[in-house]
C-alpha cells in the first residue's frame, strides 16, 4: 500500500514565534481531517524543538521534520546538524537534497546519497528530491537527469524508508506548474526504476489550493511538498485537505 504524505517545506522562512502562529491557525484546520495520511512540516532547525513540543498533542500522523542533515554523527563541520541530533528531538523526516541545497550549497548526488544513508542509519525517512532544470528539459534530457540522480542518490539505500519527491526545478517558486499528466508521467518512470513499489512519491513545484486536487487524482503521485503555500495556515490546510475525484 502506498501511503499519502502531504510535506510543508518552509525553507528559511518564519521565526519560533511565527511558526507558533501557524500551528495556533492550523491545527484546527485539520485536526478532524488527517487521519489517513501523513501530514509534515519541515521547518528551519531553530524551530524544531520548540514545534515537536508544541505539537505533542496533535495526531500522531502530523510530523514535524527538518530540511537537511549532515552525513557525520558528529565532527568538526561547522554550520552542520546531524542525524543523532534529529532523532535527539524525536524527528523521524528530513528532505534531502532539496534543488536550492544542490544550486546554492554545492551538494552532489554523492553527498546527498550519504546524508540519505545517514537519516536511514537513524531510523528518520528522507525525502529524496529529484528534479531537472528547464535547459535540461528543453533538451530532452528530463529522462536522463532523474536516472541519473535516482542511480547515485539511491546506491545502498533502503527502499522501505524512503520518501521521494519529483521537483522540475523550473516550477520552483514560479507558479509554473508541470502539467499533471507530465508530473504523473515522470513519476511513473521514477517508480520504475524502484524496487520497492511502495515508495510514496511526491510531486514538488507551485503546488497551491488551486491545483493540488487534479494532482492528488493523478495515479502515481502520493502526495506533494509545498514550499510557498505551506506559510500560510488556510492555504495549507486547503492542500492538506485536498479532495482527489478517483
Ligand atoms: P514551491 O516550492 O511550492 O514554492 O514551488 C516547492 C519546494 O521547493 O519544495
Known amino acids: 500500500m502506498r501511503k499519502i504524505a502531504i510535506a510543508g517545506n518552509w525553507k528559511m522562512y518564519k521565526t519560533q ?12 484546520l485539520v485536526e478532524n481531517t488527517i487521519q489517513d495520511i501523513q501530514v509534515l512540516i519541515c521547518a528551519p532547525f531553530t524551530n524544531l524543538p520548540f514545534l515537536v513540543s508544541f505539537t505533542a498533542n496533535a495526531p500522531t ?24 541530533m534529529l532523532v535527539e528531538l524525536g524527528l523521524k523526516f ?5 534543488s536550492e541545497r544542490r544550486q546554492y550549497f554545492g551538494e552532489t548526488d554523492a553527498t546527498v546519497n550519504q546524508r540519505v544513508k545517514a537519516a536511514q542509519k537513524y531510523g528518520i ?10 535547459q535540461q528539459r528543453d533538451q530532452n534530457e528530463t529522462e536522463a537527469c532523474i536516472y541519473s540522480q535516482l542511480k547515485l542518490g539511491l ?37 520504475n526504476q524502484l524496487q520497492n513499489q511502495n515508495v510514496t512519491i511526491q510531486y514538488g513545484g507551485s503546488v497551491k489550493p488551486e491545483n493540488v486536487d487534479e494532482i492528488m487524482a493523478q495515479s502515481e503521485i502520493d502526495g506533494v511538498l509545498v514550499g510557498g503555500a505551506s506559510l500560510e495556515p488556510a492555504i495549507f490546510a ?9
Open 238 to 246: 486547503r492542500i492538506v485537505n485536498y479532495r482527489a475525484t478517483n
Open 125 to 134: 525517512t528522507p525525502i529524496l528530491c529529484v528534479g531537472e532544470t528547464k
Open 94 to 98: 528530513v528532505i534531502v537534497g532539496h
Open 155 to 191: 546506491e545502498g539505500i533502503d527502499q522501505e524508508n524512503l520518501i521521494i519527491a519529483y521537483e522540475p526545478i523550473w516550477a520552483i517558486g514560479t507558479g509554473d506548474t508541470c502539467a499533471t499528466t507530465e508530473a504523473n508521467r515522470v513519476i511513473g518512470l521514477i517508480r
Open 61 to 84: 500522523n502530523l510530523a514535524i521534520g527538518a530540511q537537511n542533515l549532515h552525513w557525520a554523527d558528529s565532527g568538526a563541520f561547522t554550520g552542520e546538524i546531524s542525524a543523532p
Open 17 to 28: 514565534k511565527e511558526a507558533k502562529e501557524f500551528f495556533i491557525d492550523f491545527l484546527p
